[in-house]
């Protein structure tokens, strides 16, 4: 089954320590690209991939990082995660037609 | 920014046609219209997109209007879990750019 794969789906960590929220795509897709969705923000772009170790800013990419060493894995890195990263986060991967999307990680920063 | 306007939120009986409007008059000529949605803080899902013909899938019609400017997206028989947000999108088919700009979509309520 095609699918995007995003771990954690929930988490609740403390401000300045650093964490990881995986993404895994099983569709050889080449586009990866990372979203977060806030309450009258709408769905916003952190960062995208056009391939592997090709990575850009998105529109919200302050405090983020990602890498992407193989085609399949596009990480979302928080190095000192703040309180206003609390947020719905989504990967997601795309052919040219229609873009995957993970279930989502609802992040909490306290 | 947005480039479409959708009416925020809009109900449907449960068995009728759920018709759900997008505004679009600043379309170029080589994007599509694309439709997705998400139920309850899901990761949105693609439904179905188009250039200028009428298409249809399993889940959805989409008629684009002759000059593009506007579209609708149509259930035909909705039901009580296509209750969501439902986002109307423009983009270029093709291209390395891979943004899709999600406004604040329609929040359809289907009712029993």
């Known amino acids: 089954e095609a699918q995007v794969t995003q771990n954690p789906r929930y988490l609740i960590t403390v401000t300045g320590k650093k964490l990881t929220v995986t993404c895994s795509q099983n569709?050889?897709?080449?586009?990866m690209s990372w979203y977060r969705q806030d309450p009258g923000l709408g769905l916003r772009q952190i960062y995208y991939?056009?391939?592997?170790?090709?990575?850009d800013k998105g529109d919200v990419p302050e405090g983020y990082k990602v890498s992407r060493k193989e085609k399949r894995n596009f990480p979302l890195i928080l190095e000192s995660p703040s309180p206003n990263q609390t947020s719905l986060y989504f990967c997601?991967?795309?052919?040219?037609?229609?873009?995957?999307f993970g279930q989502g990680t609802r992040l909490t920063v306290v | 920014d947005a480039k479409t306007t959708q009416p925020p939120s809009m109900d449907c009986a449960e068995g009728r046609a759920a018709n759900l409007p997008c505004n679009h008059s600043?379309?170029?000529?080589?994007?599509?219209v694309y439709w997705y949605r998400q139920i309850h803080s899901q990761g949105p899902q693609y439904i179905i997109h188009?250039?200028?013909n009428n298409e249809t899938n399993e889940m959805a019609s989409l008629i684009i209007t002759e000059d593009r400017k506007s579209s609708t997206l149509i259930l035909p028989h909705a039901t009580l879990r296509d209750t969501a947000v439902y986002y109307c999108?423009?983009?270029?088919?093709?291209?390395?750019?891979?943004?899709?700009?999600f406004g604040a979509g329609t929040r359809l309520a289907v009712h029993p």
């Open positions: 997601a991967s795309r052919r040219d037609t229609e873009a995957f």
């Open positions: 569709m050889n897709h080449e586009y």
């Open positions: 991939s056009m391939n592997v170790e090709v990575t």
């Open positions: 600043t379309i170029s000529g080589n994007e599509y």
């Open positions: 188009g250039l200028k």
């Open positions: 999108i423009v983009r270029p088919l093709w291209g390395g750019y891979n943004k899709l700009i």
